[in-house]
């Protein structure tokens, strides 16, 4: 035992006199530097490009939806926050004439985001086929209702960015789904505007599709989410006071269509007390001993 020689280096007589201080040698070095304090929710402070906020579901430069319906993302889902129901577009066919949401054959009826659940692992992410999910930079997803916290299809959906089409509408001719896909589609075509024009004449998304097949307007690019702005103590108040983020999900414009509709008295209460209750009913069973559930029409 004499011959054992530590691999650490046997400090002097001054540094373990100052053993027992040396720790708070970070706290001094900290004392004396300028604090970093953020000023939220006052002054926002950019967060970095894949942060992992609130999802969006995506859609096509033509204005159909990427989703498809294949509650893949429900199935790899770990926290069994995610309930998707699928529905077939010949039904939507039918009904319109020729229209249809996204596509292929199906679309996703009803899609809902358990938030009071998700842990923003990102992994319905990666198992998404059609990069029709993705997440963004918004982190303010409190409220003060635990129903409120299951976000609905419309909450989640992007906007029709301008120049695109909203749906129902006809695919571009002479493609398919797997041109879709490839991003063979870059913008409306002439066929699809005269179809809506048809169909919806008073439809606000006409004119600035118009101007793109006319090509006065360039190309849509993909709806990107932003930050909101800096809130006054007042503003966010008054937003905590209207339910924490109704009416102000996406980036639609102040006073636009989706905006408005948003805003509309009882409008996300209807469309919760339609389709709510089945994520909602699985939240007040996170208290109990169950070790999982499972989500009605196969979503898992």
């Avoid at 906020?53 to 893949?72: F, P, T, V």
């Avoid at 004449?201 to 360039?218: F, H, K, M, N, Y």
């Avoid at 269509?257 to 699985?282: E, F, H, I, N």
């Amino acid at each position: 035992m004499s011959d054992y020689q530590p691999l650490r280096p046997t400090k002097g007589p001054l540094g373990k006199l100052l053993a027992p201080v040396a720790g708070f040698g970070v706290t001094l070095g900290s004392m004396f530097r300028p604090t970093v304090t953020e000023q939220y929710p006052f002054e926002k402070v950019p967060t970095p490009r894949r942060y992992h906020g609130r999802h969006q579901l995506n859609r096509y430069a033509d204005g159909l939806e990427k989703c498809i319906g294949c509650e893949l993302c429900a199935w790899a889902c770990p926290a069994d926050a995610i309930y998707v129901e699928g529905a077939d577009n010949a039904d939507v066919l039918a009904e319109t004439g020729g229209g249809q949401v996204s596509p292929g054959e199906r679309y996703g009826r009803v899609y809902q985001i358990n938030y009071l659940r998700c842990i923003f692992c990102g992994l319905c992410v990666e198992a998404c086929p059609t990069r029709a999910l993705t997440m963004s930079n918004d982190y303010e997803l409190a409220g003060p209702t635990r129903a409120g916290m299951i976000y609905e299809k419309q909450d989640l959906l992007a906007p029709p960015a301008e120049g695109t089409l909203a749906t129902p509408h006809p695919m571009v001719e002479g493609t398919t789904d797997t041109d879709y896909y490839q991003g063979s589609v870059t913008a409306p075509t002439a066929e699809q505007v005269d179809w809506v024009r048809e169909h919806r004449p008073d439809d606000p998304t006409l004119e600035a599709a118009t101007a793109v097949v006319q090509g006065s307007r360039p190309a849509p690019q993909p709806t990107v989410h932003t930050l909101r702005p800096p809130a006054t103590k007042a503003t966010a108040t008054r937003e905590a006071a209207r339910g924490g983020h109704a009416g102000d999900r996406t980036t639609d414009a102040p006073g636009g269509p989706l905006s408005a509709a948003l805003d509309a008295p009882g409008s996300t209460a209807r469309a919760r007390a339609t389709v709510g209750p089945r994520l909602a009913a699985g939240s007040a069973r996170e208290g109990s001993t169950e070790t999982g559930s499972t989500h009605e029409g196969g979503a898992r």
